[in-house]
């Protein structure tokens, strides 16, 4: 075991030290590369791979926060670019498992007694050991099975080490860096500490897990496993133990003849009705928290991760359904705005075109062919157009866009012929109706009925904003983007030329006396006419375009 990443300094020098390198590489580069062309995007790529790459090994080495924190990380596209998101998207909480006489000793502080008195046998391998806790396979005295979960060694002290660590970071970036605008930093600090701190709580898991028991206890086909009360702790968690395997294995399904269609359909139902109504819902739900038995009945374990769905941000994401069906995006907007998704000076004009378009060309396609790649595809859209808005994604909603992806992942190895649309459109039309009448949604939709009509005039200033004309206008826009870095780049260059070449017919050496200067002089000039070219060209753009 490597004592060093116990030492709080060290710890702290490794991930502030990282912080700085990342941000003085991603400076330089903007420095450097002032013309966005296609090669400075593939370089651009190239870099963030690099960096997400090495903040991934870190994270494997020193365990702690960084792990949790890149998977928190890997949620928020509203804030990240896909390739680094995609980079740490493999980083899979699993670490070196510490010597079982650590484990042992923290069980026996928290049970204020001996090992024996309770367990009559005791796994000394764990069958998992992730960032926070090792999980071993232990008897009780009456012979039932059971998983002993134990915090790790000294845990709570590497996490409050890279808190501190983080507050730093965190500083930097809101000071130095164009996130501080963007974002509010403060708060999503605050959010990181709070969702971190509740997994070291074990008796929050606890709590967790028995409320999805309680909450899915009339699925048949469905398990969530019992937990020992009175053998758990803050820093222990004893629970039943289930025989399965992960939900991924092909070969255990086929070797069992179960129903493909039908174990995904179970996924799909349970986790659609997590997602889209009030409650908790599982915010960490991989191939390795979904287990099978042998009938067929999925298993779900580790409630550590949990996010909520409020009541009330239900009945907004009703309202900004509708708002879409209906083309009434100013009541997507105030939906928006009462979750607290918009920092204070968004332009909600511009999100307002922006939204309509994406529409537009998500309905323009063969919806018939929607299926879980596409959805994939339309997240990482959906994620795109976060990112370059003034939107913040409460942590829950980042956890549940993270766990959406996860799910669609696993459904696709379970049964990749699934019909996403066919499956979710009960689902959906059941939920839009909401707790009142049945026809209560259709009752709004033909409430609206008559808007467009009202709207007309409206609705012809905006097809001249949003036609032909504004594309035009754009491309227009791009254009003289890039004659404006081409005349301003080779002005410079030109001028930077002629100026060394003077110096050079001054200075040069003696081995180039039989180079004639006359010769210095004609690149000079040729150089300077070259920068009052493209100074006059620019400066005729410019009017022109005044």
């Known amino acids: 075991m490597n004592s060093k990443k116990y030492i709080g300094i060290y710890r702290m020098y490794i991930i502030i030290w990282m912080s700085i390198k990342f941000l003085w590489k991603i400076f330089w580069f903007q420095k450097l590369n002032r013309i966005w062309d296609q090669d400075t995007e593939r370089k651009w790529e190239e870099l963030l791979k690099k960096m997400a790459t090495e903040y991934r090994q870190r994270a494997v080495y020193l365990g702690g926060l960084l792990i949790k924190f890149g998977q928190f990380l890997s949620s928020r596209g509203d804030l990240l670019p896909a390739s680094f998101i995609r980079e740490l998207e493999g980083l899979v909480d699993r670490v070196q498992p510490v010597p079982f006489s650590f484990s042992k000793e923290i069980i026996e502080e928290d049970w204020q007694e001996s090992l024996e008195k309770r367990i009559a046998s005791i796994d000394e391998d764990p069958v998992a050991s992730a960032s926070i806790g090792e999980v071993y396979k232990a008897y009780l005295h009456d012979g039932t099975p059971v998983a002993v979960k134990v915090q790790r060694y000294r845990v709570r002290e590497i996490f409050q080490t890279d808190f501190k660590a983080m507050r730093v970071v965190f500083w930097m970036l809101n000071r130095f860096t164009i996130f501080g605008k963007k974002a509010d930093l403060p708060a999503l600090y605050k959010e ?148 607290d998704f918009l920092l204070e000076g968004a332009d909600t004009e511009a999100m307002k075109k922006m939204m309509r378009r994406m529409l537009t060309m998500y309905l323009s396609e063969d919806m018939s062919n929607l299926d879980a790649t596409v959805m994939n595809e339309i997240l990482e859209d959906m994620q795109d157009f976060v990112k370059d808005q003034p939107i913040q994604l409460p942590a829950d909603y980042a956890f549940l866009g993270r766990a959406a992806s996860m799910i669609l992942g696993v459904l696709m190895v379970v049964h990749p012929k699934m019909d996403i649309v066919a499956w979710g459109k009960p689902v959906i039309n059941e939920w839009m109706t909401g707790n009142q009448s049945k026809f209560g949604f259709y009752k709004n939709i033909a409430k609206e009925t008559g808007q467009p009509l009202l709207s007309l005039p409206r609705a012809l200033v905006e097809y001249l904003e949003d036609g032909d004309k504004e594309r035009e206008w754009q491309r227009t826009k791009q254009q003289q983007s890039l004659w404006h870095h081409y005349y301003f780049f080779y002005a410079a260059m030109t001028f930077f030329i002629g100026i060394m070449t003077l110096f050079a017919s001054f200075l040069m050496p003696a081995s180039w006396q039989a180079v004639p200067v006359w010769v210095f002089y004609l690149v000079a000039g040729f150089s300077f006419a070259g920068t009052l070219l493209f100074s006059l060209k620019h400066a005729k753009m410019i009017k022109n375009i005044t």
């Open 192 to 339: 990181v500490v709070a969702v971190m701190s509740n997994e070291l709580d074990f008796t929050m898991e606890l709590e967790n897990g028995n409320y999805f028991r309680k909450r899915f206890e009339d699925h048949s086909n469905v398990y969530i496993p019992e937990y020992f009360t009175d053998l758990s702790t803050g820093r222990v968690l004893v629970m039943e133990w289930v025989e399965g395997t992960r939900v991924t294995d092909i070969s255990f399904i086929k070797r069992h003849n179960l129903d493909r269609e039908r174990l995904a359909r179970t996924i799909f139902d349970l986790c659609v009705e997590q997602f889209v109504n009030a409650g908790m819902f599982h915010a960490d739900p991989h191939a390795g928290n979904i287990m099978i038995k042998q009938d067929g009945t999925v298993v779900i374990l580790d409630f550590g991760m949990v996010g909520k769905v409020k009541r009330e941000d239900v009945e907004h994401i009703r309202a900004i359904i509708e708002g879409f069906i209906i083309d009434d995006y100013d009541r997507i907007i105030a939906s928006l705005r009462d979750m």
